[in-house]
């Protein structure tokens, strides 16, 4: 099979959430089982000069943006085995930051259309296009409107994977004609509850829609978690499924990571330690026998911040540390601040995203704490247990799925059910509790380091469900 992925970013080349780990990683898993991968994503400024060293100019070709013509340069690299074209435009991409413009709706709307055009130009006739995320979300709009019947398209399929329902690509009903070039007799395709959206087009037009995680495929059809679209995803349930991520487990090893000051493996912990107390050096505290807690977050409302604001100050008092690294909304980025400005020996705060940082907090805090609202999967809580790292999450989505709660049998962390600061309270103290046994605290390390979140599974459910549409 050939399958091509079309992501708003992807690992080597541009990063700003897990969106990008699994467009980096989910296509060598399934290159590696003998299926032909491909990725395209747009040719941002930030892509460093020497990832661009190594990509070929292939052609350029106009891409209609409505009533506009675009130019659309395609470049093309190899990395890790992968094919990765690149899709350019100055005017588009050469900006600092990837999103959060006036024009992101207009910018996605012409990605989208030269992914499509692209492929007449390429060597790579796909047989299935998976999109992700609103981003990409009008390719498989686009593919039914205009491509479907063209010669050379025919038989492609598309699937859809929604890595987080909140961003939905919602714009006024302007957007129809002006920027999307749809014409009004398929406006139904997009239009919902008085908006144009981006992402109500692809849960339409898609053949196969998928959640990244089985927990969040049934969450999001209600409206707690929908934030707007369980209506429409009561009626695709015959086409929703999910599929639990996995980790790029050679990126992420403690065996053999080149952040991290000491390696360390279940057989052999000492290297954790180490790696703990040189982490608490390098943020300025001291390692004297209190746990340290991690945080590696967006800082942004979904991901439960509210709840750790709520209690942050009785847990650092009790006698715990904290290492938080993320960047987000000011407010929770101040209410960090203040924290590490006031318990300068307990709590140490980074502003940024720095992947080699994150390394260090995933392997050298004893535990990791992730009590999201919604978390559609969470890649976080995986790697902190590749790590020895014991999450502590709020059971939802992917969290649900991958973390088992200490108290019952084979626990690899400490869950708790409900959106209130006090029962994360409760899942803290009962990781507190079990870590002032030493023995038993080692156990479930060795137990967490010893559930399998690589791909591999996965990436055989991947290719199940692209094999049966193809049949179709
Ligand atoms: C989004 C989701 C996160 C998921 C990631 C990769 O960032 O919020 O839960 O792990 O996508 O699918």
Known sequence: MKILFAASEAVPYAASGGLADVAGS???????????CAVVIPLYRCISAELRSDMEFITNITVDVSWRKQYCGVYKAEHDGITYYFIDNEYYFDRDGMYGFYDDCERFVFFDRAVLE???????KPDIINCNDWQTALIPVYYQVYYKYQQGYDKIKTVFTIHNIEYQGKYGKEVLGEVMGIPSYNAGLLEYDGYINMLKGALETSDMLITVSPSYAWEILDPWYAHGLDRILVTKQYKLKGILNGIDTKLYDPENDPFIAWRFSAGDLSGKAKCKN???NELGMKDNGEPLIGIVTRFVRHKGIDLIRCVFEEIVRSGVKFAVLGSGEKM???FFLEMARRYPDRVAVNVGFIPELSHKIYAGSDMFLMPSQSEPCGLAQMISMRYGTIPIVRETGGLRDS????GGTNGNGFTFKTYNAYDMLDAVWRAKADYSDKARWEELEKRAMGFDFSWSSSADTYIETFEEMIKE
Not at 118 to 124: D, E, N, Q, V
Request: no cysteine; proline share 4%; aromatic share 8%.
């Open 26 to 36: 989910l296509p060598k898993a399934i290159g590696a089982k003998g299926h032909e």
């Open 118 to 124: 692209m492929i007449k130009h390429i060597k790579f």
């Open 278 to 280: 040189e982490l608490l």
């Open 332 to 334: 929770y980025e101040d």
């Open 403 to 406: 973390v088992r709660d200490n």
